[in-house]
């Protein structure tokens, strides 16, 4: 329902402009409007805890009265100082009874994550407004340590299915576009009709279609851009979008970015309004303009790296070794694989439908890129990979196993998905679908924690498992007719005959093509470079970089030139301590003096002690020889021991032990997380809420 808001309210109260009015017009809520009419004295109090008349505000206040049992008494205790009469019967507990009762509805109406940022840009200026024009003296409290905190890391996490979850931010960023077009509904044609309506929100939401929650935030986003370079833009005009795309061009914008924003343009007006403002005069100009900001005459290539053999092996061999999260991140990677499947593909499958069909893997797809749900039973879409190793270990025992374990834990009934998300130590599961994101930087770790170097590892994308196997049938002289069947780039329109028929097609496509001649002889390759490199099963080598990491980096390793050898140089195993630690070095100095801390990993890559889980490239592997100060033969000044990680544990016998220590405070906590310090927070972004209802998986031998 549209929530209605008189404008000479806000004009008055805060002297918005007339162009102003309309947009605060989305800043109408239950919580504003019972705060506006709360006594003066409720109003001033909550003033010196930074809560102003804004939903945002109100959501802020329930949260911190929640997880603050005091909090409401001395908020009451100091609106009953500020009244004139103190001797008020019942003062306090009035005071009480309101400010409960403020926190209670600001669950009401529409919350803050569904403003756009057009919406977020205007909170700071309608918060100054409200407190000049209402009680300018007023001194706040100033309790910023709430704003940091998120609903999710009190409430508790309830599973999440895929569906449901993209329901929800369909939903979330539908209702964002209506805000944007909601001041301009009546003179806009399609919505104007609606606005009679007895629920006019949902009818213009509905007028998205069917369009998914990618589609629209993409499209928003877009939109809220237009509107920054633009404000006058909307409702659109001939004359406006004219303006508009000169405004592009003073700003300099690029030829793919001005293409994007006129079919946003043309995209909503479709939706929202007409089409006729778009006349070929326009399009004309447009594209006379994106001719003029060309800059590059051509362009470097982003297509997907196909991964090279020594990868495919190392995924194979990762199902059978590691944590068990490790095993199913590589599982999945590895039918992927084997199934040319996208990464969005593997994420809308039933996880409890994975199963063995004879010589392949198979499970089935409710909905694809190309698929919708409405389609699957007339478009089926199958992920098939056959049951071929590359290094001799049968991966898909491996995926299989993980696959029925996770399936049949309680949090994980009815996943709709092959990948949950992981906590911040990666070494648990949380019962909702993995970003794409945090599942190819927890893949690039696990890849190097099975030897594969950081060079090769960067240049992974969940795409590459998708370009292999047609790259390979390319190169082995596999006609183009079926290579098309590999990653389904052609489909029939029979149910049971396009599972039968593909099914046999890519089985033989991958016999065939692993019994090449051009495959055999890179695989003997991979082979001879693998054997020569891999000196036992609990060595951590370091990066194949690191003997020429002066020329790559300016990290803690990167200060004496002596080390620098030649690019012909026979490469040199290094003396990284084995067993199931291993030092390493972060490449930021920190503390006071700035120092580069010494940690412990373990196998998953996490600080033994201090629990320090930074990307890749924020730390070095530490050998003895970097460790040991050549001119005195002692520890090298440079390095502090992390106190943590260091509290159980020490270095190896042969090493010198002498160094000061990396003391972790705890207000230093907000400091390391916002990225500066060596032992800040994982790259991960699940919440401690998160992980204590993560699924703890059954131990490995």
Not at 86 to 94: C, I, K, L, S
Not at 298 to 304: T, V
């Amino acid at each position: 329902m549209v929530h209605e808001l008189a404008a000479c309210d806000w004009s008055e109260r805060f002297g918005l402009h007339n162009e102003d009015v309309a947009t605060a017009y989305n800043f109408k809520s239950p919580f504003r409007t019972l705060l506006l009419a709360a006594p003066w004295h409720i109003q001033a109090a909550l003033l010196e805890y930074d809560i102003y008349a804004v939903q945002p505000d109100g959501e802020l206040l329930s949260l911190m009265l929640s997880n603050d049992s005091d909090l409401v008494t001395n908020m009451a205790q100091r609106a009953v100082q500020l009244l004139d009469d103190r001797t008020f019967p019942n003062a306090e507990q009035d005071a009480i009874a309101n400010i409960q009762s403020l926190g209670s509805v600001a669950s009401q109406g529409i919350q803050s994550e569904e403003y756009s940022d057009f919406m977020q840009s205007l909170l700071p200026r309608c918060r100054a407004l409200y407190r000049h024009s209402v009680y300018p003296t007023v001194q706040p409290l100033l309790l910023k340590k709430w704003r940091h905190v998120t609903k999710a890391q009190v409430l508790a996490v309830e599973p999440r299915t895929q569906r449901a979850l993209e329901l929800e931010l369909r939903q979330k960023w539908a209702l964002r576009i209506v805000s944007l077009f909601t001041p301009w509904a009546s003179q806009l044609k399609i919505m104007r009709p609606l606005m009679l309506c007895h629920d006019p929100t949902q009818e213009w939401v509905d007028l998205l279609g069917a369009a998914r929650f990618g589609t629209l935030r993409a499209r928003c986003l877009d939109l809220e851009k237009l509107l920054r370079i633009s404000p006058g833009l909307l409702p659109l005009t001939e004359d406006s979008l004219r303006t508009f795309l000169n405004c592009l061009r003073s700003s300099n914008a690029s030829p793919s970015t001005i293409q994007r924003y006129w079919k946003t343009l043309k995209y909503f007006m479709a939706k929202y309004h007409e089409l006729t403002c778009f006349t070929d005069a326009l399009k004309e100009k447009k594209d006379a303009i994106r001719n003029e900001m060309v800059k590059e005459l051509l362009k470097e290539s982003k297509k997907a790296v196909v991964p090279s053999l020594k990868i495919v092996e190392a995924l194979e061999k990762g199902t059978a070794t590691g944590t068990f999260c490790q095993r199913h991140l590589c599982g999945v990677a590895r039918f992927l694989l084997g199934s040319s499947g996208r990464f969005s593909d593997g994420q809308h499958v039933v996880l409890a439908n994975v199963a063995e069909h004879g010589d392949t893997i198979e499970v089935r797809a409710w909905q694809t890129k190309t698929m919708s749900l409405l389609d699957n039973n007339t478009k089926p879409k199958v992920l098939i990979a056959p049951k071929k190793s590359f290094s001799g270990v049968p991966w898909w025992q491996g995926f299989l196993h993980t696959v029925s374990v996770i399936s049949a834990a309680e949090q994980f009934e009815g996943a709709d998905y092959l990948l949950p998300a992981l906590t911040r130590c990666r070494g648990r599961f949380i019962p909702r679908p993995c970003k794409h994101s945090q599942g190819i930087s927890a893949l690039r770790d696990t890849l190097r924690t099975l030897t594969i170097s950081q060079e090769d590892t960067s240049a992974i994308t969940w795409h590459s498992f998708r370009v292999f196997m047609a790259d390979w049938a390319c190169r082995a002289d596999i006609s183009r007719d079926r290579r098309r069947y590999i990653g389904q780039w052609s489909s029939e329109s029979t149910a049971d005959q396009y599972v039968r028929s593909h099914r046999n097609i890519i089985t033989a496509i991958w016999d065939e093509v692993t019994n090449h001649d051009v495959f055999k002889q890179a695989s003997h390759q991979t082979d001879r470079q693998a054997h020569e490199n891999i000196t036992g099963d609990h060595y951590f080598p370091p990066d194949p970089q690191d003997k020429k990491r002066k020329l790559s980096h300016k990290g803690p390793l990167a200060e004496s030139s002596e080390e620098v050898q030649s690019d012909e140089a026979e490469p040199v195993l290094m003396d990284v301590p084995v067993g199931d630690l291993f030092v390493v070095v972060a490449k930021r100095k920190t503390g006071s003096p700035a120092l580069f801390s010494v940690h412990l990993f373990t196998r998953d890559l996490v600080g033994v002690g201090c629990s320090w889980a930074p990307p890749r490239e924020r730390y070095e592997n530490l050998t003895k020889q970097d460790y040991i100060d050549q001119s005195t033969g002692t520890a090298h000044e440079k390095f502090r021991l992390c106190s943590k990680c260091f509290k159980l544990h020490s270095l190896p016998a042969d090493w010198p032990q002498a160094l000061p220590f990396y003391q972790h405070k705890d207000d230093e906590t907000a400091s390391d997380s916002s990225g500066g310090s060596s032992c800040s927070s994982s790259a991960s972004s699940n919440d401690t809420a998160s992980e204590s209802e993560a699924f703890t998986p059954p131990s490995l031998s």
